[in-house]
């Protein structure tokens, strides 16, 4: 009996970004999205070689949002503490920063390196409508490679797909 009490309570009980999804996924000012990267809509004939490697090793976009309003600004400071604090975990790799006070801020942090990533994250804020993370998992991902599949998701028609209410986000 003791054994069991020391092996479970010395498991990590770190917040983890896939537990704090799962338990905000339908908590009152979030919405959330999970789709296969085929439900994109991609014509894959118009993708260049390294954009289809790219394309095909992503699985799938888990999107997380917290769309701020008059009534949540303090659960909003919280929300984005959580999340920052899940973030400063050293198994997350920041990639890339950018954005400024006023417009909103970005990071994208990623799990593995090199030609062997299986997570990207994108953490989107702005003081005006709150704060999105979007996990791209797949199997042997490149981030530059990844980065130059990005145009083909700004060329896209997101207006007509399941991405709307997130493409809106980062308008």
Not at 44 to 61: C, F, G, H, P
Not at 79 to 101: D, F, Q, T, W
Not at 102 to 123: M, Q, Y
Request: charge should be negative; aromatic fraction near 10%; glycine fraction near 6%.
């Amino acid at each position: 009996m003791l054994i069991l009490v020391v092996t479970l309570s010395s498991c990590n009980q770190d917040l983890t970004l896939q537990s704090y999804y799962v338990d905000n996924e339908l908590a009152p000012g979030f919405t959330s999205l999970d789709i296969p990267v085929s439900m994109l809509q991609i014509d894959e004939t118009t993708l260049t070689e390294a954009q289809l490697e790219a394309y095909e090793s992503i699985e799938k976009l888990s999107m997380l949002a917290f769309l701020k309003d008059e009534a949540n600004v303090e659960d909003f400071g919280l929300e984005m503490e959580k999340v920052n604090a899940i973030l400063k975990n050293p198994k997350y790799e920041e990639l890339m920063r950018g954005g400024n006070s006023a417009d909103g801020k970005f990071v994208i942090k990623c799990i593995g390196d090199g030609d062997d990533v299986d997570e990207f994250i994108l953490f989107g804020n702005s003081k005006e409508q709150g704060f999105i993370v979007v996990r791209v998992l797949g199997d042997d991902m490149n981030f530059g490679k990844i980065m130059e599949l990005a145009s083909v998701f700004d060329e896209a028609n997101l207006e007509s797909s399941q991405l709307k209410e997130f493409s809106n986000f980062f308008k």
